[in-house]
């Protein structure tokens, strides 16, 4: 696998032309800057990733391609990216044009598009977009959204903030399944946008912890839309936690559900939606607002990105234990404070890099790298030993490659890749995420929020102090870890969706959302 770099005086002077020249498993690093009229298609498996800030993909001319500003059809990992002017002739240009592959976007910036993706129908792909910004985009045709996906296997919206869209919706998805999670739908003064979130063919769906706020002058008084073309198989329907609002002089609408599934809507807050719910639904826990909700319009990406590259998404191992933690290397290379270049050998190296933006190659061998600095880059090579990486970085997802992490103090959130991870928080109330992959999570002392994603995942509760909570539990494929505790009685409550774990009669965790009843079958305790 290679690293190929663009920019002044490096080895491509276009981004198109690193593109063209990558095989599978390359990574693309890619110098902040503007790259106008620069249209890459993506055809190998590969990471491509900003350094040194945001690289702006800027079309100021009707893109020649016909599609958009990139066309993505393999895998691709994008980081630190910022698209804006996308034009065609047929008025539905996009920043992206996706058609196939696993897709993975974040930190990016996508603006002033016709649309801001657009992806065509894929049944095995999947795409997954966290911290980005999606401002401006539509042609005003109402044809066209920020975020409009077909039938791929899944869709995943994460800590993205959604403004301004010309028309449109916010997100339009007809995905077999689609995550909406912590994020901002928001119309803006004046916006002009229909649906926050329009699901036409079902699916299995979770919408929770958004705020999703229309303006006066919005184009539709429902929120959130649900059903009304061909149903897709295993729909369902999940609207949690979230905070709706309407501006306009017309009785609201939260959630229209066109199906005959029973909608479970619990706990969410309304201000001027005159009908929470359309349709079936379980309608729990909900609140009636008086005041409208505070809006934070700041942007979710970092213009100087934290750090490291996401890995490509594959298939889960057949192992359900994440890779051991191998402790220290043996061989210690320490940077000077600038911006370094470190190289491993084949043994166990630990490579510390130090202030500045370091790019840090570990070379064979178990190594460890410490990343301090936002702008650090980790390259490792696939197979080349089990690899990690120290943090006290704010937040830190996995670099490509390597398999387990361990937050510091003062880190918060520790992602993982598509491998088989381990990630370890610290004492801290930890958001933990392994995404694809066999994942172990282990939250620590705090009251974490621990997310397995795909695969067969181990949450260990390790500490009696705070309540962790685990979200996407599969029963009778995931596992809870209370083997830490040590010896004592195990109660599990069941209400509904949700299973509370009881250890010697103290909560210790939440398990949210689990898909089928939780068994003691699913946890690993000492009796």
Do not use: C
């Amino acid at each position: 696998m290679a690293t190929l770099e663009v920019g002044n005086g490096k080895q491509y002077a276009t981004i198109s032309a690193a593109v063209a020249a990558t095989k599978d498993g390359d990574t693309v690093l890619v110098q902040a800057g503007v790259y106008q009229n620069d249209f890459p298609v993506v055809n190998s498996a590969i990471s491509i990733l900003g350094v040194g800030g945001m690289v702006h993909l800027k079309a100021t001319q009707s893109i020649p391609n016909g599609k958009a500003i990139m066309i993505v059809n393999d895998d691709v990992t994008l980081r630190n990216l910022e698209f804006s002017g996308a034009r065609v002739s047929a008025g539905n240009g996009a920043g992206i044009r996706y058609q196939a592959g696993q897709m993975r976007i974040e930190n990016a910036n996508f603006h002033d598009n016709q649309n801001g993706i657009l992806a065509a129908s894929s049944a095995a792909g999947s795409i997954s977009i966290d911290q980005t910004e999606f401002a401006r985009n539509g042609s005003g045709d109402g044809y066209t959204h920020a975020v409009y996906v077909n039938k791929i296997a899944k869709l995943s919206v994460t800590d993205s903030y959604f403004h301004d869209t010309n028309e449109g919706h916010h997100i339009k998805s007809r995905a077999f399944a689609t995550v909406v999670e912590d994020s901002r739908l928001i119309d803006g003064l004046g916006g002009t946008s229909s649906y926050s979130v329009d699901l036409p063919n079902g699916g299995n769906a979770l919408l929770r912890n958004n705020l999703m706020v229309q303006s006066e002058t919005g184009g539709n008084p429902t929120l959130v839309n649900y059903g009304g073309d061909s149903l897709n198989s295993g729909s369902r329907l999940v609207v949690a936690d979230n905070v709706m609002a309407n501006h306009m002089d017309v009785n609201a609408t939260g959630i229209y559900n066109r199906t005959g599934i029973t909608a479970s809507v619990t706990g969410n807050d309304f201000y001027h939606v005159a009908k929470e719910t359309q349709g079936a639904a379980a309608v729990s826990g909900s609140t009636v607002l008086s005041q409208p909700p505070a809006v934070d319009t700041s942007s979710p990406w970092a213009e100087t990105p934290v750090a490291n590259p996401d890995a490509i998404l594959v298939s889960p191992s057949p192992s359900p234990l994440a890779p051991p933690d191998t402790g220290l290397a043996t061989t210690t290379l320490n940077g000077t404070g600038a911006a370094d270049r470190l190289n491993g050998g084949s043994g166990r190296d630990l490579l510390d890099g130090g202030a500045g933006g370091d790019t840090m190659a570990g070379g064979g061998g178990d190594d460890t790298y410490r990343v301090d600095s936002g702008l650090d880059v980790v390259i490792e090579a696939s197979g080349a030993g089990i690899d990690k990486i120290v943090t006290a970085l704010d937040r830190l997802v996995l670099a490509q490659n390597v398999e387990n992490l361990t937050l510091l103090a003062g880190a918060v959130r520790g992602d993982g890749n598509g491998l088989t991870n381990r990630v370890v928080g610290n004492d801290a109330a930890n958001l933990l995420k392994g995404w694809g992959g066999n994942d172990m999570l282990v939250g620590g002392k705090g009251a974490d929020s621990l997310y397995g994603g795909g695969g067969r995942d181990i949450f260990v509760i390790d500490q009696l102090l705070g309540v962790d909570r685990v979200f996407d539990f599969a029963a009778g494929i995931d596992h809870l870890d209370l083997r830490p505790l040590g010896a004592g009685r195990v109660e599990l409550l069941q209400s509904g969706a949700h299973a509370t774990v009881l250890f010697n009669s103290a909560t210790v965790a939440v398990v949210e959302n689990v898909d089928a009843r939780l068994l003691a079958s699913d946890i690993d305790f000492l009796l």
